[in-house]
């Protein structure tokens, strides 16, 4: 029940932020603060007592809670939840988006309150479901509906290119979407041939012996809907113009988590489900990673405008994720694991530096400003420490995440893990790039403008003090995460050729 | 005949005495607001018939119809969306004629057409039930006839549809030229030992089945489609686009599997290329539309294109009753959701003079004017392109796993490259619902009777897409 209340805390939140705003136009904004700290507080309560039970992986079913109940029998399709470490995690990481989110989103949005609140809660209730759902058909469901509110928040609080990006936002999504609903019912049907009985439940599919071109087709319905949402290279087109047109909190939420939903996919589905199909296509994988990790840094590198940069950026670490997944090895898989988390907490807090220039200058044009330091000092700081984590200083979070991902990919593949390692420098330089045009120089004497509050500091303290803790303590992160790590890991172990194990 | 035979039958019988009563009753009292309540009286009693009427088992009553689980089910169906387009004509039809009285009358003959369809199990039913339910359309169609556009449609209609009954006819003939008998079981017996070979038997089928396929708009027949949908009254558009592409369907499947036709050289190929071809024009040409009701139309031939799929997998014996319950399933969803798309036109429209406001821009802003009725036409939308949560994903699955189970995966290409292309033009309606209203826009006022219609048809589309176990037992039942 716990499992529901997480989806249902936001799907009720929303509705009640939306029927909030008849009674005060700036109610909507306290219920949807609420409704996150009560998810937070759900999970946490929920969860923390099975925690010291934690140890199984998902190949032994050992999920933290877990909850079943028939949905559409005639089809096998249940209405199945199960939490083990990494869902926490994320479902976490949702939660704690969400309320920057929603700090982000305080004063910027100005017209249809209750609606604009009702879409973010709902969009955070369609993420917990996807990170929760453990029926392949209910998987594809919260798939799909979390889509419908991120898409009217573009369309409709968006910037001035809404309209083409909203479009092109979904339509990527969806289209890819369907592959997989065709990959997800071929499997069940390939199951149903092999088990004898017709089910989309993941532990009854986990483990079937396909025939190799079967199981390859398969995995890469999974694998074009999980890389298109990652996004990696070449499927990353929708991202910059999605990011840079929706409104700051849209941006914090499509960078900070619905972006994870497509590593979670891949690592909860993709790679359990077709071991032998996933280790074919490694190099192809690996080598998307790499391209992600390189172009998308070279391309952050061209912009001028700030949130463009940023999203750019995104698709440089998604990359590390693709990397780190496909190595197939522990420290691959933790630091992809991290770099979920990181980027998350790095990238939100960049997006709402970007919106809250925005909303004081009217521009993310980035040669339009220049010298803010001297005039909004809190926000430089801010900025230098956010940049600083995403090209990855020691110390911070995402240094451990990438650092973890190129110990394990060298294992595996020394010249891709060369290769990657070129975005890291190439990393340093956007990064800088941006400090130096935006924060640095002489500022314009015509401007005036208002540093960081006290509720903006807030939401930038809690993801600097999420970031140093995991850059200083990641292990606290690592244990949660072990088993579905190590479930993966020896999924692996068991199919890889022993050569392959060996190196 | 005895008492179980007319339990069987009950909403037929129903809607025929009720439309003598009410033709009694216009004769005697002309007023077009007692006619609506004395018309959606007789539907209802007719849709009690069909619930409630309990008939034992399956069976044939006289040669000619066929009760049963399919029947009822379709009888119930349509005696609803009939109700409701009468509902839906209510402030719309003032602005069109003096005198509606006629109008209900003839929205009640199309009903009862449509409802025999669903019981035919013999040429003649069939063709009494098609001709019954396509002339009164033609003059339903023609009804705002101050208006030039509706007229012309009328007489496309009625040009396109004669030649496609005699199509049909030409076909049947053939048919009972080869087996000596027009029930449809009795002609898939015939069929096997058929005299004049099976060139002639597959060409009759093909005949008949083209006939048919005119009705549904499936291309290379769909010429008619878009122009009729545009010039017809919005809420004989709705049952344009729901009863009367629903009736035919279901007459088209009994007809395929009870006389076995799928069994006919080329005759499955046949229904592939109309699948196909459907789903592409459909889908493309929907893309270049400004008019919503254009829009829709061209949507509901890729629709009919999806649902012709089935028969292509319907034509291994072991995939047909999942080919069966998909397609009935799928029809089943597409009604409302397609209800609900064209009763918000005929919404917008109340009072105007036939001559819909229908382009994409007439809804600009419409979230914001009037929530309640963009929140349907969201639903509806996202249920036709078949996102979660709706009637339209639950069809969609059938189909899919019905397609995969056939392992015809060419036809598989077809529904995702159509799906996908389908996104585009009903997002760009949801995007236009949501952009600021333009200085001016009309005011749209609803009623509270009005906004319960509403309300229902968004809940049940809903409802079928969360809890579709219910519908998913009975349709499991029939095949």
Known sequence: ?503 | MNSADFAAIAPIIALGGGVTLVMLQVAARRSAGLTRLSALLVLLVALAASVWCEFGDARNVTVLLRADLLSTLFAGLFCASAALCVLLSRDYLPGLSDEGDEYYLLLLLATLGGVVLAYANHAASLLLGLELLSVSLYALIAYPSRVPTAVEAATKYLVLSGGASATMLFGFALLYAATGSLGFTDIGAGLAGSELGPAISSLSAVLVVSGLAFKLSAAPFHLWAPDVYEGSPAPVTAFLATVAKAAPFVVLLRLVFDAGLLGLPGVAEVFAVLAVLSILVGNLLALLQDNIKRILAYSSIAHMGYLLLIFVVAQNPEHRPLAGEAAVFYLFAYVPTTLAAFGLLALINSAGDGDDRAAVDDITGLFWRQPVLATLMVVALLSLSGIPLTAGFIGKLYLFAAVVAGAHWFMVGALVLGSAIAIYYYLRLVYQMSQPAPEGAPEIALDAGTISIVLFLTAVILALGVLPQLLMGYVHGIF
């Open chain 1, 1 to 503: 029940m716990i499992l529901l209340a997480l989806v249902l805390v936001p799907l009720l939140g929303g509705l009640a932020a939306w029927l909030s705003q008849g009674i005060d136009r700036n109610l909507p904004r306290w219920v949807s603060l609420a409704t996150c700290i009560a998810g937070l507080a759900v999970l946490f309560s929920g969860a923390a007592p099975t925690l010291p039970g934690a140890g199984d992986s998902f190949l032994d079913g050992g999920w933290l809670l877990h909850w079943r109940v028939d949905w559409i029998p005639r089809f096998g399709i249940s209405f199945e939840l199960g939490l083990d470490g990494l869902s926490l995690l994320l479902i976490a990481l949702t939660y704690a988006l969400g309320l920057i989110a929603v700090a982000a989103s305080w004063t910027e949005i100005d017209r249809r309150q209750g609606l604009f609140q009702a879409n973010l809660l709902w969009t955070l209730a369609g993420v917990c479901g996807v990170f929760l759902a453990l029926d392949m058909i209910l998987f594809f469901l919260f798939w799909e509906v979390m889509l419908v509110p991120m898409y009217l928040l573009i369309a409709i609080w968006g910037h001035e290119g809404r309209a083409y990006a909203s479009m092109k936002f979904f339509i990527f999504t969806q289209v890819s979407g369907l592959l997989m609903l065709l990959a997800i019912v071929a499997l069940a049907w390939q199951g149903a041939a092999i088990n004898g009985e017709l089910s989309f439940s993941y532990g009854d599919l986990l483990g079937l012996a396909f025939e190799p071109q079967v199981g390859f087709l398969l995995m890469l319905g999974f694998f074009l809907a999980f890389t298109v949402k990652l996004p990696a290279f070449p499927f990353h087109t929708w991202l910059p113009d999605a990011h840079t047109q929706a409104p700051t909190a849209g941006s914090v939420l499509l960078a900070g988590i619905l972006l994870k939903t497509g590593a979670y996919g891949l690592m909860r589905f993709t790679l359990p489900l077709f071991p032998e199909a996933s280790i074919a296509l490694a190099p192809v994988a690996m080598l998307l990673g790499v391209a992600g990790v390189v172009y998308g840094a070279l391309l952050a590198f061209a912009q001028t405008d700030f949130k463009r940069l940023v999203a750019y950026s995104s698709v440089s670490h998604m990359g590390f994720v693709l990397l780190g997944l496909y190595a197939f090895n522990e420290l691959g898989l933790q630091g992809a694991v991290l770099q979920m988390i990181t980027h998350g907490a790095s990238t939100a807090a960049l997006f709402m530096m970007a919106g809250a220039l925005q909303h004081r200058l009217h521009t993310r044009d980035m040669r339009r400003m220049g010298g803010l330091w001297v005039q909004a000092p809190r926000m430089g700081a801010c900025a230098l420490f956010f940049v600083l984590a995403s090209l990855g200083l020691p110390g911070l979070g995402n240094f451990v995440a990438e650092f973890l991902v190129f110990m394990g990919l060298f294992a595996v593949a020394p010249w891709m893990t060369a290769a990657a390692a070129t975005g890291m420098v190439a990393a340093a330089v956007y990064a800088l790039w941006l400090m130096q045009l935006s924060f640095h120089g002489k500022p314009d004497p015509q401007r005036t403008m208002a540093d960081f509050g006290l509720r903006e500091m807030s939401a930038m303290a809690v993801l600097m003090i999420a970031l140093l803790w995991i850059g200083l303590f990641p292990q606290s992160v690592l244990d949660l995460a072990s088993p579905a790590v190590n479930g993966v890991e020896t999924l692996f172990q068991q199919t890889l050729p022993v050569e392959v194990v060996a190196r």
